[in-house]
Each structure stands twice: as C-alpha cells, then as structure tokens.
C-alpha cells in the first residue's frame, strides 16, 4: 500500500472529496470562450471582443426605417452595433456588414461594404448623435448615401429608432402603405412617415458637364 494512504491529511481530504461530472471537470478547468479544437501547445485562444471606448455608448440594436422609390412601402431593417464597432444590418432578403464610427464627439458613420458576406456594397449613413447616450435617444436622423436599381448614386432621409431592451425580438418586415401592418406602425410612430417623406437626393447618372 502507498504511504499516502497512511497520512490523515490525505484521509480527511478524501472524505471530504465528491465525484464530478466530466462535465462539470470540463467546464471549470477551461475558460467559457475556448473550443476544444481551438488549443495550441495547451494555450487558449482568446476570442473576446474588444470593446471600442468611443462607441460603446452606442452599441446594441436599432430599428432603420426607409422608403423604397415608390413611396408606397415601408422597409424596416434591423441594425446591431457591437461593442467591438462591427455593425450587422439584417434585412427583408438580405445581411449586410460594415463598421460603425463615432467622429467628434457629434456624429455616428456607418459604413457598409458587404451585403450576403460575398458582395461588395457602398452603403454610408450618416447621422447626429451628439453626446447622448443611446437611453436618452428617441430617434435619429440619417442620410444614407447609395446606389439604387439603376447604379444611381442617391441620398434619402432615414430614421433610426433604438432597442432599448436587448432582449426585445424586433424582426425585418416589408410594411405595404395603407395596410394593417402600416396603421400599427403609424399608431406607435406617429412621425415616422412625416419624416421619411422629406425630398431624397441624386446626383446625375453622368460623368461631364
């Protein structure tokens, strides 16, 4: 028999001892964020976000409204801001990425440059947060700068309404004007359609005088 059978520290410790779970092993001897195929040489990778001090007052979710050329539907996208800056829109057909910039202490920049992962857009919001924090915001007031069906470069007026709660589902919807779904929507944001009406701006699709 081994002679730290016979010690009565090793006894007591012993009695005391409980059976863990493989499970249970597994979770407290490794960091939440590692995979198990993710260790090199019994190194962890950290895959934590680094948070950008300039935006995190601003990170989270957002509910963009816009008009398409008709002026007869509504689209509303879903934006989220994460706290690294990335931004993820999800739309009725579509996701598209960029990243988020808050420039002078006044205005938030979100530049999109990618729609499905795989195509290359040109996307860039523009909008005036000043130094509200994201619970003091009701709305904001962008011009988006892209190109439409016809690869004219165009600007309309936007809004932005933010998620406060993050547990809140808020999905992409197609809002058809003068439709159920349109009244609902006209009945929680009386000034939206106000707003989104306002004259859009084009530049000439033409490259002389």
Request: charged share 30%.
């Amino acid at each position: 028999m081994n002679k730290i059978d016979f010690n009565p520290k090793i006894k007591q410790l012993k009695k005391k001892a409980r059976k863990r779970s493989l499970l249970e092993t597994f979770e407290t001897e490794l960091p939440t964020f590692v995979d198990i195929d993710e260790l090199i040489d019994g190194a962890a990778i950290d895959y934590s976000v680094e948070e950008k001090k300039d935006i995190r007052h601003l990170k989270g979710k957002y509910e963009r409204y816009w008009l398409d050329s008709t002026k007869n539907v509504v689209y509303k996208d879903v934006v989220n801001i994460q706290p690294d800056g990335k931004v993820v829109i999800r739309s009725f057909k579509n996701l598209y990425s960029g990243i988020a910039t808050y420039i002078l202490n006044t205005t938030l920049q979100i530049n999109i440059t990618m729609q499905n992962e795989d195509t290359p857009i040109a996307m860039n919001m523009i909008m005036f947060v000043g130094r509200n924090e994201k619970e003091d915001i009701e709305c904001l007031h962008a011009l988006c700068l892209s190109t439409n069906a016809d690869n004219q470069a165009s600007v309309q007026h936007e809004i932005l309404i933010p998620v406060l709660k993050q547990e809140t589902t808020t999905l992409p919807q197609r809002i058809v004007v003068d439709s159920l779904e349109f009244f609902k929507l006209n009945y929680r944001l009386p000034e939206l359609m106000r707003n989104l009406q306002q004259r859009a701006m084009s530049a000439p699709s033409r490259v002389k005088w």
